[in-house]
């Protein structure tokens, strides 16, 4: 339906390359990448909802589902507006949202989700070594902090995970997120690009 975003969801803990393996996605005509997180460590820190994100953030919480939405509409409309993205000829690859099931049936208005890619691994060691790198890189306070990112890890598995079972078992493409980048890449491509050519056939 042209209403809705045509759509593809990252899924997968922290530290899992959602963002990293997003943004070169983004890269490719025909995709636009959203990231969640980026979106809110965007936002002026000083204006009332920046302020609400570093309130929850901090500890490793998800923002509220109300504001994370409104949030959520507001930036996908200004970007369709601006021209960076072609709603229902572009894929929508979402990275961080839905968050938790309560998200993902809000969204069910507003979304046509393709595939859910499930970026996972069984040793969460790994991710939280990523995690500390990236914290001293870029700089994340979040994640300078193992307590937080411990806690981001038990939102994730209680808040997160949840939102596998609420699309069909079909959907859902796991994806072995501990290779190399170009390894986790061309699974990934493997999943999306068809998906990709059937909207720019369509
Ligand atoms: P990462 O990419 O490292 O997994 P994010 O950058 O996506 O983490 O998110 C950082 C923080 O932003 C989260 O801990 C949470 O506070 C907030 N956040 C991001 N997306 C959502 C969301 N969909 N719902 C609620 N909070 C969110």
Same mark, same amino acid.
């Given at each position: 339906m042209a209403s809705l975003h045509q759509a593809v969801l990252l899924l997968g803990p922290p530290g899992s390359g959602k963002g990293t393996q997003g943004k070169l996605l983004g890269a490719i005509p025909g995709i /636009?990448?959203? *990231? *969640?997180?980026? =979106? /809110?460590?965007?936002?002026? $820190?000083?204006? #009332?909802?920046?302020a609400v994100f570093a309130e929850y953030s901090q500890h490793g919480e998800l923002v509220p589902d109300e504001v994370t939405i409104d949030v959520w509409r507001e930036n996908i409309d200004h970007q369709e507006q601006a021209g960076h993205y072609l709603k229902g000829r572009d894929l929508l690859v979402l990275d961080g949202i839905p968050r938790n +099931?309560?998200? @993902? !049936?809000?969204?069910? @208005?507003?979304?046509? &989700?393709?595939?859910?890619?499930?970026?996972?691994?069984?040793?969460?060691?790994a991710f939280v070594q990523r995690l500390k790198k990236r914290a001293i890189k870029e700089g994340r306070s979040d994640d300078a902090n193992e307590a937080v990112i411990r806690n981001r890890f +038990? &939102?994730?598995r209680r808040q997160t995970q949840p939102v596998l079972d609420?699309? $069909? +078992?079909?959907?859902? *493409? #796991? =994806?072995? @997120?501990?290779? !190399?980048? !170009?390894? &986790?890449?061309?699974?990934?491509? *493997? =999943?999306i690009s068809p998906i990709v050519e059937s909207l720019q056939q369509a």
């Open positions: /636009f990448h959203h *990231s *969640s997180g980026e =979106v /809110f460590r965007n936002l002026d $820190p000083s204006s #009332k909802i920046g +099931a309560n998200q @993902a !049936t809000i969204l069910d @208005a507003d979304l046509h &989700v393709h595939r859910i890619v499930h970026l996972w691994c069984d040793n969460e060691d +038990a &939102v994730y609420h699309y $069909p +078992a079909g959907l859902i *493409s #796991k =994806v072995d @997120a501990l290779g !190399t980048h !170009t390894r &986790v890449l061309r699974d990934m491509l *493997s =999943v």
